[in-house]
């Protein structure tokens, strides 16, 4: 019968108490019933003593049997006296005649009067007690009584009601059980208590950690914390699941790396019972080899895998292995799911597990090896599905045509444009080749040409008729000279020669040097050199380059007058330091619509008739900075100016680049 | 047409082109110079060791002796000589122009071509 431990062990407990106080309760009615009813045994008894006393004396006295009756008759009237009566003896009859009502009426009263003392319990209706006493004949009442000394003469019957005594066993008893009900209730919740706290709730806790573990939640613990013996109990389950944990860990971890050599492996390994030939173990080369899947192969015998053929000899071969208790290689064919057969190369061994005898299988396939006809089926069949596949994909491929059009022509603008700027760099650096090729050999005669041209205008003077050819010629021959110039400057020197060097240095000897080409007379120029600045690591030659040609854009713009502040300073840019030129003039500023196209190449403001610039300076500039790892920017305000900033990487102390 | 020598305003133009010798000797003549030229450096050296010029306008590239040589020789025939160097844009030329510089050669540097104006300017700053 299933009941809860509590309800059990209440069902016990309550039995025994219930049974122990009913016991109790039994023996403490009947303790008090015998105790009153020997009180009135005693008490009968004594009375009887004194009615007999008192007869005696009154007999004594020479009394009559009228004043027995009377004394008799006052003391039933004693509360708590129920009867007294006085019985004659034969004796009495014999001498005074018989006296009905005295005469014995019962076996108690003929028992006293032949001369026994009796006791008798009455639990009838009013609870009493009887006690009856033979009256022997003393020496002195032979003067009345013709008797012999110690003859019965008679006997006294005193019957003590006890019914008084009832209510107070009553009022005790249940007193009694009241205590005891008391007593069973308290016992009973303290066991509850003592159970549910102590020993159920440890117990479910206990009962959910192996419902847990059993689960496969290796990590519950149960931590009882109630510091008796249940608290031992949850440690050694807390420690048994503890190991348990390690050990499937453990376990899982070696079953893992088995599974994975197992499963890993190129060759197929199939596992069969040695005597039933049911196979119990494949691994993933075994379902790819035969096309069979692991549930299949569960359902098979390892005799299916066999082409009728060779299941003789298999059988012969499978017999030898067990008999020898190990296996040897051997080839043969294997037939896979789609009847195609397999050349194979088998290597058995035989393992026993379990009390049972295994055979492990391993096939090499051997289709590559030997190129059989079977593998050229299978080529065959595969070589149709794929077709068939391709088929299905190229007709997918029609629908992604159109998209990939559109595609392609996007790609194809693109490519064009591509095209086209490679075609313009590629012109662009055969121009700077061929023009560095030529320049110089131009240059001489040019130089040649324009100062007799010079001269000759000179010396006929504006009035000389062919004064006026004579400018053409010059103007043609500067715009070559700017046009050879420009060029040059772009076809970048490959090598460079560079040094550490001081930038301040090198914009004064820009100043100096090309003090004539500058034409800078009219302007005024202030320099702020600071002291201390780091200096740079460059090509001097091609600084000046870059210094000439922003000095020479800040003359233009100022037409010849203004103020042009060239400032160096220490700049701090992400990070790194750099030297900063700051080149400002006051001149009328760059428009804004232009100023994302003053460093592309070919890019003028000024007129081709002047025939000063063909827009390759600040191109130039901007490649030469780039080439120093520097950096070139301008901010401009129309009307008021503009300011150039070059920043070039400042070297340290130790001669490397400032980082 | 011999043009007579003096000290402070002879000036010796040496290129190897010879139209620019003729043109700039024709500048600073009618400028008011002693202007004479030679093609060579060879030459040059050999004008300077037998004359009394006290300015050189010359070219840097030349064939045979170079100008850089040539500055050489000059400076050890005459320490007090100017030298203005001219040359046309060329590859590496900013490198061969620095070091002249560092050697201490070059007064002042122009470009090939060049106005007449900026000639008989430079002349007429150092004579």
């Known amino acids: ?659 | 047409m011999l043009i007579e020598f003096s000290d402070e305003r002879s000036i010796l133009v040496v290129d190897d082109e010879e139209s620019v010798g003729i043109g700039m000797a024709g500048i600073l003549n009618d400028a008011g110079f002693k202007a004479r030229y030679v093609t060579d450096g060879k030459s040059a050296v050999e004008e300077v060791r037998n004359k009394p010029y006290s300015l050189v306008f010359m070219d840097m590239v030349m064939p045979g002796m170079d100008g850089l040589n040539t500055f050489r020789k000059i400076k050890e025939i005459k320490k007090g000589i100017k030298v203005v160097i001219f040359t046309g844009f060329f590859r590496d030329a900013q490198n061969i122009i620095f070091n002249g510089i560092k050697e201490g050669m070059i007064e002042e540097f122009v470009r090939k071509p060049f106005f007449a104006e900026e000639i008989i300017n430079i002349a007429r700053k150092y004579l």
């Open chain 1, 1 to 659: 019968m299933k009941l809860k431990l509590s309800y059990r062990i209440n069902l016990y407990i309550g039995c025994i108490i219930f049974l122990g106080m009913g016991i109790m309760g039994y023996h403490h009615v009947i303790f008090y019933s015998r105790f009153f009813e020997n009180a009135g045994i005693e008490e009968a008894k004594r009375l009887s003593e004194a009615v007999f006393d008192n007869l005696y004396a009154a007999m004594k006295l020479g009394g009559e049997s009228i004043d027995n009756r009377d004394t008799i008759e006052r003391l039933k009237k004693i509360e708590g006296i129920k009867d007294i009566r006085i019985i004659h003896g034969p004796q009495l009859d014999a001498q005074f005649g018989v006296e009905e009502d005295e005469s014995p009426v019962d076996k108690l009263e003929m028992a006293a009067v032949r001369g026994s003392s009796e006791v008798e319990v009455d639990n009838g209706e009013e609870w009493a007690v009887r006690f009856v006493m033979p009256v022997f004949i003393k020496e002195e009442c032979t003067g009345c009584h013709r008797a012999g000394v110690g003859d019965v003469a008679g006997a006294v019957s005193v019957t003590i009601s006890l019914e008084h005594y009832r209510g107070f066993i009553r009022v005790n008893k249940k007193l009694f059980f009241f205590l005891a009900g008391g007593m069973f209730l308290f016992t009973t919740a303290a066991i509850i208590f003592t159970v549910r706290g102590r020993l159920l709730s440890p117990l479910e806790k206990l009962r959910k950690g192996a419902e847990a573990i059993e689960r496969g939640d290796l990590g519950y613990r149960v931590e009882i914390l109630s510091g008796d013996e249940m608290e031992e109990v949850g440690k050694a389950f807390d420690s048994m699941a503890g190991r348990l944990n390690e050990t499937i860990i453990e376990f899982k971890n070696l079953n893992e790396k088995h599974s994975k050599l197992l499963s890993m492996a190129v060759d197929a390994i199939i596992v069969h019972d040695a005597q039933t030939g049911e196979i119990t173990d494949v691994n993933l080369a075994a379902e790819f080899l035969t096309g069979y899947t692991r549930p299949e192969f569960m359902a098979m015998k390892i005799d299916d895998m066999y082409p009728p053929e060779e299941l003789k000899e298999y059988y012969i071969l499978r017999k030898k292995w067990v008999q020898d208790g190990r296996g040897y290689f051997h080839e043969t064919c294997i037939k896979r799911k789609d009847s195609v057969l397999v050349p194979v190369e088998t290597a058995a061994s035989v393992v026993e597990f379990g009390g049972r005898i295994y055979l492990q299988e391993i096939w090499r396939d051997l289709t590559e090896r030997k190129g059989f006809a079977q593998a050229l089926k299978k080529y065959t069949q595969e070589l149709e599905g794929k077709v068939e596949e391709r088929t299905a994909a190229l007709e997918r491929s029609f629908s992604d045509m159109e998209r990939y059009k559109n595609e392609l022509e996007d790609a194809y603008g693109k490519l064009k444009e591509s095209q086209k700027t490679l075609v313009e760099t590629a012109k662009m650096a055969s121009l700077g080749e061929l023009g560095a090729g030529i320049a110089h050999e131009l240059n001489s005669p040019l130089a040649g040409i324009l100062a007799i041209t010079e001269l000759l205008m000179r010396r006929g003077g504006k009035a000389s008729e062919n004064y006026q050819l004579l400018e053409k010629i010059k103007d043609a021959g500067l715009r070559s000279k700017n046009i050879i110039s420009d060029l040059l400057l772009y076809a970048m020197p490959s090598r460079l020669e560079i040094s550490p060097l001081c930038v301040d240095d090198t914009i004064k000897s820009t100043l100096s040097l090309f003090i004539s080409e500058l034409k800078i007379k009219s302007m005024e120029i202030k320099e702020e050199f600071p002291q201390g600045l780091p200096r740079v690591y460059g090509n001097k030659g091609q600084l000046m380059e870059v210094f000439l040609n922003i000095i020479k854009n800040a003359r233009d713009a100022m037409k010849g007058s203004g103020t042009l502040t060239i400032r160096t300073s220490l700049a701090k840019e992400i990070g790194k330091d750099y030297v900063l030129v700051e080149i400002e003039d006051t001149g009328e500023g760059i428009p804004d619509e232009i100023k994302d196209k003053i460093f592309d190449p070919f890019f003028t403001t000024k007129e081709k008739g002047g025939g000063l610039n063909i827009g390759l300076g600040l191109s130039i500039t901007k490649s030469i900075v780039k080439a120093h790892k520097g950096k070139i920017d301008f901010t401009s305000t129309s009307g008021k100016g503009t300011v150039f900033r070059v920043f070039l990487p400042a070297l340290k102390e130790d001669g490397t680049e400032g980082r």
